[in-house]
């Protein structure tokens, strides 16, 4: 092939990058068409690894306006050369100074953008023939957005593929930060604040304090792989403390509720019957019934006598209380609500007992307008439990008063004493 090289006016000297442009647009084929605007798009994608700034792709929008066409194909002739004066390409670019639009059209010459055609005198004009036709232009040829446009689409490919692989990789450490930090807190409250939670923590603020703030995809992989490794350890962990019922098909156990019509109650429990004719308004129909069925679990008291004491408590329940387990089950709820740490908690169902400790919460959320603090009251009475003074006769007595007050049948205090073995 023989090339003939043009140089550039003045000072400028001919560099290899201008030498490499042009053999590449002389050896471009003359059946390929581009779309000027799609290329423009990739080199815009690409402009980092072309060593372009955002200005420099200004000044190229604006010279590839000066060709009439949007779509570019290379031939004979000067047919891909722009002319513009610098004042009209300036009008363009947003009225960009006159210094830095040459120096962006010298990095778009550097980076085989665009080559420059110069006069004789280096002004940018075109000669046109008899019938008004160009037949010679000095100016700016953009043939390389034609000579290299599969080139140009090839890096900004590759450039949104780094991005999307940059993305996911922030997606997958954002979701394992999440993960990892839940599953710690999960762990300090199975653990009640002490135990292995806090090494877990401080290898966890390590693993983020190595990750700089415009990290890579290597120390993004680096840090989900370190971050992934303590998730599956918090989790296993977690699962050691997680204590989950497993049901069986065993009909005499609690797990299924069966439900007579026409309960046989006994006769030592005349105040029962009594409440049961008038159900307390804040206890649910099916829940209040399904309680009562339930006769006395170990050293506690039927639970439909907690729940006419207690009606609040049922707010808490998913789907009712029909046995103790929904009570004890319910009651953990509710101590959440109320304020009551997963540690006063456990230690209230150590001392009393969980039937003891649940109904002790329910008379609690009962009276919470009156309790400022139901932590520091619970505890209060785990330490009286302890201590041999307290006893869940006196607060469910006073409970079913308040509830019975007022109304104009109100259940005999002495019923209620026997009741609650008094």
């Not at 000297?13 to 471009?28: E, F, V, Y």
């Not at 409440?275 to 439909?304: F, I, M, Q």
């Not at 209380?321 to 908690?345: C, Y």
Request: proline share 5%; net charge positive.
């Amino acid at each position: 092939m023989n090339l003939h090289l043009t140089t550039p006016f003045g000072r400028r000297p001919l560099t290899a990058a201008q030498i490499d442009a042009q053999a590449k647009a002389a050896g471009c084929p003359d059946a390929i068409t581009v779309n000027k605007w799609s290329v423009f798009r990739d080199i815009a994608a690409a402009r980092a690894r072309l060593g372009l700034s955002d200005r420099a792709l200004a000044v190229l929008d604006a010279l590839l306006t000066f060709h009439p066409d949007t779509t570019l194909t290379r031939g004979e002739g000067c047919e891909l050369v722009v002319f513009p004066s610098n004042a009209a390409l300036s009008l363009r670019a947003h009225g960009m100074a006159e210094p830095s639009l040459r120096r962006h059209l010298a990095a778009l010459v550097e980076a085989g953008i665009v080559i420059r055609r110069d006069s004789p005198n280096g002004k940018r004009y075109a000669r046109r023939g008899q019938g008004g036709e160009v037949s010679q232009a000095f100016g700016f040829d953009i043939t390389p957005l034609v000579a290299r446009a599969a080139e140009f689409a090839a890096e900004a490919e590759a450039v949104r593929a780094a991005a999307l692989a940059l993305r996911i990789a922030r997606e997958r450490l954002t979701l394992l930060r999440r993960d990892c930090m839940k599953l710690i807190l999960a762990l300090e409250e199975a653990e009640g604040g002490e135990g292995s939670a806090e090494p877990l923590r401080t290898r966890y603020r390590t693993i983020l304090a190595a990750l700089g703030r415009s990290a890579g995809l290597t120390d993004l992989g680096t840090a989900a792989e370190a971050l992934s490794s303590l998730s599956v350890d918090v989790g296993n962990l977690l699962l050691a403390h997680a204590d989950v019922p497993k049901t069986s098909g065993n009909a005499p156990q609690d797990e299924r509720h069966k439900q007579n019509s026409k309960p046989n109650l006994p006769d030592s429990e005349p105040a029962f019957k009594m409440v049961k004719k008038e159900p307390s308004a804040g206890v649910e129909p099916k829940a209040a019934e399904a309680g009562r069925s339930g006769g006395v679990r170990g050293d506690t008291y039927p639970l439909g006598i907690v729940l006419d004491a207690c009606p609040d408590i049922t707010d808490y329940a998913r789907e009712g209380i029909r046995t103790w387990r929904d009570l004890v089950e319910t009651a953990n709820v509710a101590r959440s609500a109320l304020g009551i740490s997963p540690q006063a908690w456990r230690e209230a169902q150590d001392v009393m007992g969980a039937d003891t400790a649940a109904v002790t919460v329910a008379a609690i959320l009962q009276r919470c307008e009156q309790i400022k603090s139901p932590g520091g009251y619970l505890r209060s009475l785990v330490e009286r439990k302890r201590a041999g003074e307290y006893s869940l006769a006196p607060v469910l007595q006073a409970l079913i008063r308040a509830r019975l007050k007022g109304r104009e049948n109100p259940v005999p205090a002495d019923a209620v004493n026997r009741h609650l073995g008094r």
